[in-house]
């Protein structure tokens, strides 16, 4: 491209671009910024399971609300109605106040519609709708029924092992637990996501809560963080957007550990109106059960299909763990003999078998590892028409919960579309 051409091109550009700004009723001008609103529900608050000071139905205070001995805590926010389009993201802070173990956490919204949530059923003044035995066995309050939505994840974590509260290296003991390869240990985990999909269930007034399966009195210190985004531009305007929630097998509160996969699949119906556009299914899923050969460290294929047609077929699997390795000061750590290539004092390759320390935070895991946030597995569904659907979740090879073998999948699941 010649000196003239390349001119050229770039006086169209800038023609274009003041032709859109023109469009739009935009001045050029240093004052129009994106508007921010930020809400942080939680600071540090902890979650934890303190039998002592929160009971197992409702404690009320510091504007708190929290369930099950003080593992769930809600608050009740107030977001604003944007005009313009809005880009919504989460970011989660997490340490250890002195739980040294990995466990499942998740920030979630309580949809405003539900007339039946967890708050109401802790309280006393209602119960999850009944379910078909024959479909979903005991499991109540993870699909929709009468009156009743299931929450809604705004992101799915693993806590790490005992970041922060033991990241500390101020004894020879944390010091020697540290492995060559970090520098130090990290002080707290953070994880950002975004959530603008989910901008239709957070507006106005509604519950947004925090759990995490501890079971220790210390738990965990969590911060959340809602950050919302307005567009500058009067043409970009908010689009119409709906989120209807199909299933949430967390066992947030009054509800068993889920192994239903083991023995069957969960459908769910769902109805897509006449205008609905640019449909698409939000898929969050990871397998648990600690044990040697539990669904959490064996590879389980996951199969999700619509009206009989597979849209989302893989196994989720993180493969990449021991890369978390400076989140996880307390976790087990074994010695481990192999060969290992390396260059000798005197310059040369030599080989020699070593004992070399492997943590159990750096295991393959079932589409998590501790310390890591879940990202839904979205799909976009094309040429679905109006009308009654039915969405089918199968874990095939997942296995029962039994006795202290508590295999069981947390998967969520919600369908989107433009208005």
């Not at 970041?163 to 985990?189: C, H, L, N, Q, W």
């Not at 509160?253 to 609905?276: C, E, H, M, W």
């Not at 080989?351 to 295991?363: M, T, Y």
Request: aromatic share 10%; net charge neutral; hydrophobic share 35%.
């Amino acid at each position: 491209m010649n000196k003239n051409s390349f001119l050229s091109c770039g006086n169209a550009f800038i023609a274009m671009l003041f032709l859109v700004l023109a469009v739009c009723g935009q001045k050029l001008s240093a004052s129009n910024h994106n508007t921010e609103f930020v809400i942080k529900p939680f600071n540090e608050t902890s979650v934890c399971f303190n039998s002592n000071d929160y009971p197992d139905k409702v404690w009320e205070g510091d504007g708190l609300i929290r369930l099950d001995h003080g593992r769930i805590v809600i608050k009740k926010i107030r977001v604003p109605k944007f005009k313009q389009n809005v880009v919504v993201s989460a970011k989660v802070k997490l340490t250890s106040n002195g739980d040294r173990w990995d466990k499942s956490g998740s920030c979630f919204v309580i949809p405003a519609s539900s007339v039946i949530n967890m708050i109401e059923v802790a309280a006393g003044r209602a119960k999850y709708p009944a379910v078909d035995s024959t479909k979903l066995e005991h499991f109540q309050g993870i699909v929709p029924g009468d009156s009743f939505s299931p929450n809604v994840e705004l992101m799915r974590f693993m806590t790490p092992f005992g970041v922060g509260y033991f990241s500390k290296m101020d004894s020879v003991t944390a010091e020697r637990r540290k492995p060559v390869y970090i520098d130090e240990f990290a002080p707290y985990a953070e994880w950002e996501q975004n959530i603008t999909d989910l901008y239709p269930l957070l507006e106005g007034e509604v519950y947004v809560g925090a759990f995490i399966d501890t079971w220790t009195k210390e738990g965990y210190k969590l911060s959340l963080e809602l950050d919302f985004k307005e567009s500058a531009l009067k043409c970009d305007k908010l689009p119409k957007r709906k989120v209807v929630p199909l299933v949430n097998t967390v066992y947030y509160y009054g509800q068993s550990i889920p192994d239903l996969f083991a023995r069957k699949s969960l459908s769910v119906p769902f109805t897509l109106p006449k205008n609905a556009k640019n449909v698409r299914l939000n898929y969050i899923t990871t397998g648990h059960g600690g044990h040697d050969g539990g669904d959490e460290f064996v590879k389980k294929e996951n199969i999700v299909s619509i009206d009989g047609h597979e849209v989302i077929r893989f196994i989720p699997w993180r493969n990449d763990c021991a890369s978390f390795r400076r989140f996880n000061p307390s976790t087990g750590v074994w010695l481990q003999k192999r060969t290992a290539s390396y260059i000798s004092e005197e310059g040369k390759r030599a080989e020699k078998e070593i004992e070399e320390p492997i943590a159990s935070s750096d295991l393959s895991r079932s589409n998590w590892c501790p310390g890591s946030v879940v990202a839904p597995y979205s799909v976009l569904l094309e040429n679905l028409s109006p009308g009654d659907h039915s969405l089918n979740i199968a874990i095939p090879k997942a296995q029962a919960s039994e006795g202290d073998k508590m295999n069981h999948w947390l998967v969520s699941a919600y369908i989107v579309w433009d208005e």
